[in-house]
T-cell receptor, first 115, second 111 residues
Framework: DTGVSQNPRHKITKRGQNVTFRCDPI?????LYWYRQTLGQGPEFLTY????????KSRLLSDRFSAERPKGSFSTLEIQRTEQGDSAMYLC?????????????FGPGTRLTVL | EDQVTQSPEALRLQEGESSSLNCSYT??????LFWYRQDPGKGPEFLFT???AGEEKEKERLKATLTKKESFLHITAPKPEDSATYLC????????????FGKGTMLLVSP
């Protein structure tokens, strides 16, 4: 399967703990995005990478959130000192500026539950 | 600020009963309008991209159309396997290529 993969698929944590999610984009896609989706809502943009550079961050992204994309390949999203309001599905998407009309293809998501 | 409004929020159809979903948008310069399908607990699955008013695209029982202010997703003779949430998103032609999504329309097709 050459689609976007995300790990873990589910994460349950206690309030105040740190969590880290991983996203592996479609190979050769140079753009990578993180979105967050809560029940009954559409995905909301969090942050965007082109290659290894983080070019845009939403104002939704508090200083407890940090994302990296070392070497322009996989990406990690870390949430420090989790809060119950962080409970959501975290979606990763990738696209190529050179092919497929820059269409974003999504992974299966990581569902975070903060107790 | 870009805005996307989808209606209805939920739609229940009988198998074979055709209908349309609406996506109204406000964006300062549209690069593309995207339709995705999302099954429960899964990530959105890409369906169509529309770039200019008057454009239409089809895939099996689905047809997407675009005007300057809205897009429609027409579902012809739906089957139970078409049951899902359908998401509409816009991408502006300035800045970076992030998407602004609507809340989606939850479609249930009964046999």
């Amino acid at each position: 399967d050459t689609g976007v993969s995300q790990n873990p698929r589910h994460k349950i944590t206690k309030r105040g703990q740190n969590v880290t999610f991983r996203c592996d984009p479609i190979s050769e896609h140079n753009r990578l995005y993180w979105y967050r989706q809560t029940l009954g809502q559409g995905p909301e943009f969090l942050t965007y990478f082109q290659n290894e550079a983080q070019l845009e961050k939403s104002r939704l992204l508090s200083d407890r959130f940090s994302a990296e994309r070392p070497k322009g390949s996989f990406s990690t999203l870390e949430i420090q000192r989790t809060e119950q309001g962080d409970s959501a599905m975290y979606l990763c998407a990738s696209s190529s500026s050179r092919i497929s009309g820059d269409t974003q293809y999504f992974g299966p998501g990581t569902r975070l539950t903060v107790l | 600020e870009d805005q996307v409004t989808q209606s209805p929020e939920a739609l229940r159809l009988q198998e074979g009963e055709s209908s349309s979903l609406n996506c109204s948008y406000t964006v300062s310069g549209l690069r593309g309008l995207f339709w995705y399908r999302q099954d429960p607990g899964k990530g959105p699955e890409f369906l169509f991209t529309l770039y200019s008013a008057g454009e239409e695209k089809e895939k099996e029982r689905l047809k997407a159309t675009l005007t300057k202010k809205e897009s429609f997703l027409h579902i012809t003779a739906p089957k139970p396997e078409d049951s899902a949430t359908y998401l509409c998103a816009v991408q502006r032609n300035s800045g970076y290529s992030t998407l602004t999504f609507g809340k989606g329309t939850m479609l249930l097709v009964s046999p």
